[in-house]
């Protein structure tokens, strides 16, 4: 498995509150992503970023934000928690080899907001 | 845009046996790359295989096989000698190739393996 860490790994908050999610790499990676998937669906892009301070939007419509200040660290934060932002968030990195690009993942967030 | 298809929302194996996912997608690009990824239950999604879209040979990572038909659009992953340890979700994905990067997933399939 891919040097990948995302916390917390669950979170249980009230709504209003701000929150982020951490995700960081070990491997040097330039690109990184943060992804959103409800329970046995699909992942769906929110942002993604090429590289320190980069930072896009997927095509996931989200009402959080991303930063990249270091290449190895792509925080994601909610200013103020709603019970529709409750969801698992996957954050992934990726570097080119051999002409492709893989995507490896973190171990995600399970996001429950009350 | 891509999408990604998968019309098998649960599928089940015994154990030892084989088993095939189907995996279906719609894109206008040539050029592009075909993933599988599995993600067990409570744990970190990995990937599984790879596949060029440029590449007439089928990727096989030992006993994960894929076939290939880039004709007809068609992805589909082939398990042999299913193992418990396979149970998991599947989701195939599409990347356009020099576009950023950029993961289409399919919805996915819940593969529980019986012993």
């Known amino acids: 498995e891919a040097d990948i860490y995302q916390t917390p790994r669950y979170l249980v908050i009230g709504t209003g509150k701000k929150i982020t999610l951490e995700c960081s790499q070990t491997?040097?990676?330039?690109?990184m992503y943060w992804y959103q998937q409800d329970p046995g669906m699909e992942l769906h892009l929110i942002h993604y970023s090429y590289g320190v301070n980069s930072t896009e939007k997927g095509d996931l419509s989200s009402e959080s934000t991303v930063s990249r200040i270091r290449t190895e660290h792509f925080p994601l934060t909610l200013e103020s928690a709603r019970p529709s932002h409750t969801s698992q968030y996957l954050c992934a990195s990726s570097i080119r080899r051999g002409g492709t690009d893989t995507q490896y993942f973190g171990p995600g967030t399970r996001l429950t907001v009350l | 845009a891509q999408t990604v298809t998968q019309s098998q929302p649960e599928m089940s194996v015994q154990e030892a046996e084989t088993v095939t996912l189907s995996c279906t997608y719609d894109t206008s690009e040539n050029n592009y790359y075909l993933f599988w990824y599995k993600q067990p239950p409570s744990r970190q999604m990995i990937l599984v295989i790879r596949q060029e879209a440029y590449k007439q040979q089928n990727a096989t990572e030992n006993r994960f096989s894929v076939n290939f038909q880039k004709a007809a659009k068609s992805f589909s992953l082939k398990i042999s000698d299913s193992q418990l340890g396979d149970t998991a979700m599947y989701f195939c994905?599409?990347?356009?190739?020099?576009?950023?990067?950029?993961?289409?997933f399919g919805g996915g399939t819940r593969l529980m393996v019986k012993p």
């Open positions: 994905a599409f990347m356009k190739r020099n576009a950023g990067n950029m993961l289409t």
């Open positions: 491997m040097g990676h330039d690109k």
